[in-house]
């Protein structure tokens, strides 16, 4: 079972470790954007829905489902700033992880164990909305990717190499040392797009990322990470 798990500070989605390399075909090189790491940021912002807008948001549930080596997970995430609790569900048995800000584990039925002591600097940034969390001062410049002839902005920094869509600003994919996750579409709530279906790879495994449900300023209270 623990093979199968992919810790949800490292999702998103997605972001597991692997050096894993991109599977769409670059068309054409690397060249220079006269953009700013911010203003990529800005736009990636606006394109979520606004900056403000993302601010309001203290908390969310996100339910998920991912399928993995033949197999459905089901996933129900509740997030407030950077405490978190990730419950995943297959075959009977529960996987819970959880972080009160401080201090987080998980707890894998009934083997609990505590988060390493390397990740909690990192966990200590975390925000209800990711995109927030973007600091331009990471990244040196801009570059434009094309894949599949459409044209890419990208941030590079210590942690990997993330597009943002020119045409709509949104963030298509990652590339990073715990594996590649491409977002293949989005879905709004309250105005506010959040990934919706993802494709990831790491740790030699391929996932599949449904977002089918989440829930904006309800439902999430501090109880929740004791």
């Keep these: 079972m623990k093979k199968i798990i992919i810790p949800f500070f490292c999702a998103v ?3 597991t470790t692997v050096n894993a390399q991109t ?3 670059i068309t054409a090189p690397v060249a220079k954007s006269q953009l700013s790491p911010q ?3 800005d736009s990636y912002l606006n394109a979520l829905g606004g900056k403000s807008k993302l601010e309001a948001v203290k908390t969310t549930i996100t339910e998920n489902t991912m399928s993995l080596q033949g197999m459905e997970i089901a996933m129900n995430t509740k997030k407030m700033g950077n405490k978190f609790k990730s419950v995943q569900s297959v075959m009977g048995q529960e996987v819970t992880q959880m972080f009160d800000g401080e201090k987080g584990y998980i707890n894998q039925m009934g083997n609990k164990s505590d988060f390493p002591a390397t990740a909690i600097p990192e966990l200590k940034k975390g925000k209800t909305i990711d995109a ?5 001062a990471n990244f040196s410049g801009v570059t434009v990717e094309k894949i599949d002839g459409k044209d890419y902005n990208v941030l590079t920094s210590d942690k990997g190499k993330f597009y943002f869509d020119v045409a709509t600003g949104l963030l298509y994919k990652s590339n990073t040392e715990m594996g590649d996750a ?3 579409s989005y879905l709004t709530v309250d105005g506010i797009k959040f990934p919706g279906d993802i494709d990831a ?3 030699g495994q391929k996932v599949v990322i449904k977002t089918t449900k ?10 929740d990470f004791k």
Excluded: M, P, R
């Excluded at 927030?132 to 331009?136: E, P, V």
């Excluded at 989440?214 to 109880?223: L, Q």
């Design 13 to 15: 989605l997605f972001t």
């Design 23 to 25: 599977k769409a075909a």
């Design 39 to 41: 203003q990529v940021i």
């Design 132 to 136: 927030l969390g973007y600091d331009a």
């Design 182 to 184: 491409v977002i293949k």
């Design 201 to 203: 790879e790491g740790n």
């Design 214 to 223: 989440v829930t904006v300023n309800s439902g999430v209270t501090d109880a």
